[in-house]
C-alpha cells in the first residue's frame, strides 16, 4: 500500500485510552500493524492494517498468503484516543484481534452525549450548526421509532424547534458557523454518535484541525462523558 494519502471519508471510534506508550512504538509488537506516516502538520498517525479477511466487501483472495490491506489513523490525545479507517468494521476488527497486544487493558469507548450537544447548540448556535440530526421518537410504538434531519443549520429552522422536546437524539453532525475569514461554512466538520461513533472526510490537515477543534469543544462543554480517572487534558490541535 502506498504511503501517499488520500481524499476519503473516514469511520471509527472515539475511546478512552490511558496508555502512555507512543502508537509508533506498540505498533512494533503487532505483526499486522506498521507504521507508515504522520499527517504533515498534525499529529495524526497512519498504518497499515493487514486482515486475512476482507472488512470492506472486497473479493476472496484465492492463495494463502493473500492478505487485505486497510489505512488506520489514529491521534492520541492524553488519555483518549481517535481510530478511524474507510469502514468503521476495520477498527473494530483492528480492536478485537489487538486488544491485548495494542491497546491499554483499560481501553473502553468514550459516549457522546448527542442528546445535550443538540440542545446546546439549538439554544446558542455560536461556534457550529447542526447539519444532521438522528432521533428517537417516543411514545409512538411500532408506527414511528425515529426521524432524520438534515440542513445547512437545523436549529433556524422552525419545524425543527417545534418538535425539539419530543426527540431523544442520538446522532448529529456539526459544521463551523464561521471560518476564519468570517465567512460561513457549509461544510460538515464531523459526525458523531451517542457510542462514541466518528465520520469525517479527510481532506488533508486543515480538515483534521477542524475535528479536533469541535472535539475540543464538545469536551469544554461536558459532552464526552470521560469517567473521573482521565488525564484532564484538552483535545490540542497541532
Same mark, same amino acid.
Request: with cysteine; hydrophobic share 35%; aromatic share 12%.
Given at each position: 500500500?502506498?504511503?501517499?494519502?488520500?481524499?476519503?471519508?473516514?469511520?471509527?471510534?472515539?475511546? !478512552? %485510552?490511558?496508555?502512555?506508550?507512543?502508537?509508533?512504538?506498540?505498533?512494533?509488537?503487532?505483526?499486522?500493524? %506498521?507504521?507508515?506516516?504522520?499527517?504533515?502538520?498534525?499529529?495524526?498517525?497512519?498504518?497499515?492494517?493487514?486482515?486475512?479477511?476482507?472488512?470492506? @466487501?472486497?473479493?476472496?483472495? =484465492?492463495?494463502? $498468503?493473500?492478505?487485505?490491506?486497510?489505512?488506520?489513523?489514529?491521534?492520541? $490525545?492524553?488519555?483518549?484516543?481517535?481510530?478511524?479507517? $474507510?469502514?468503521?468494521?476495520?477498527?473494530?476488527?483492528?480492536?478485537?484481534?489487538?486488544?491485548?497486544? =495494542?491497546?491499554?487493558? %483499560?481501553?473502553?469507548?468514550?459516549?457522546?452525549? +448527542?442528546?445535550?450537544?443538540?440542545?446546546?447548540?439549538?439554544?446558542?448556535?455560536?461556534?457550529? @450548526?447542526?447539519?444532521?440530526?438522528?432521533?428517537?421518537?417516543?411514545?409512538?410504538?411500532?408506527?414511528?421509532?425515529?426521524?432524520?434531519?438534515?440542513?445547512?443549520?437545523?436549529?433556524?429552522?422552525?419545524? &425543527?424547534?417545534?418538535?425539539?422536546?419530543?426527540?431523544?437524539? =442520538?446522532?448529529?453532525?456539526?459544521?463551523?458557523?464561521?471560518?476564519?475569514? @468570517?465567512?460561513?461554512?457549509?461544510?460538515?466538520?464531523?459526525?458523531? *454518535?451517542?457510542?462514541?461513533?466518528? *465520520? &469525517?472526510?479527510?481532506?488533508? +490537515?486543515? @480538515?483534521?484541525?477542524?475535528?479536533?477543534?469541535?472535539?475540543?469543544?464538545?469536551?469544554?462543554?461536558? &459532552? !464526552?462523558?470521560?469517567?473521573?480517572?482521565?488525564?484532564?487534558?484538552?483535545?490540542?490541535?497541532?
Amino acid at each position: 500500500m502506498s504511503s501517499q494519502l488520500r481524499f476519503e471519508l473516514l469511520s471509527g471510534r472515539l475511546l !478512552l %485510552e490511558p496508555g502512555s506508550s507512543p502508537l509508533t512504538e506498540r505498533a512494533k509488537n503487532v505483526e499486522w500493524l %506498521e507504521f507508515k506516516t504522520r499527517v504533515p502538520g498534525s499529529h495524526w498517525d497512519v498504518f497499515e492494517y493487514r486482515a486475512r479477511e476482507p472488512l470492506m @466487501g472486497e473479493e476472496p483472495l =484465492f492463495y494463502s $498468503s493473500g492478505l487485505y490491506r486497510y489505512r488506520l489513523f489514529l491521534r492520541k $490525545s492524553g488519555g483518549r484516543l481517535v481510530a478511524v479507517s $474507510s469502514r468503521r468494521k476495520i477498527v473494530d476488527h483492528f480492536m478485537q484481534e489487538n486488544l491485548a497486544t =495494542f491497546f491499554c487493558e %483499560e481501553i473502553h469507548a468514550l459516549p457522546v452525549n +448527542v442528546d445535550g450537544v443538540v440542545r446546546q447548540l439549538v439554544a446558542e448556535p455560536l461556534r457550529y @450548526g447542526l447539519t444532521y440530526c438522528h432521533a428517537r421518537v417516543p411514545g409512538y410504538g411500532e408506527s414511528l421509532r425515529a426521524i432524520s434531519f438534515y440542513g445547512e443549520d437545523l436549529s433556524e429552522a422552525k419545524l &425543527f424547534r417545534d418538535h425539539l422536546e419530543a426527540l431523544t437524539f =442520538f446522532t448529529c453532525g456539526l459544521r463551523e458557523v464561521k471560518t476564519k475569514t @468570517g465567512k460561513r461554512s457549509g461544510t460538515e466538520v464531523v459526525r458523531l *454518535s451517542n457510542d462514541g461513533g466518528i *465520520s &469525517f472526510f479527510f481532506g488533508g +490537515v486543515a @480538515g483534521l484541525k477542524k475535528v479536533e477543534r469541535a472535539l475540543g469543544f464538545l469536551r469544554s462543554g461536558g &459532552f !464526552l462523558l470521560e469517567n473521573t480517572s482521565g488525564s484532564g487534558e484538552e483535545w490540542r490541535a497541532p
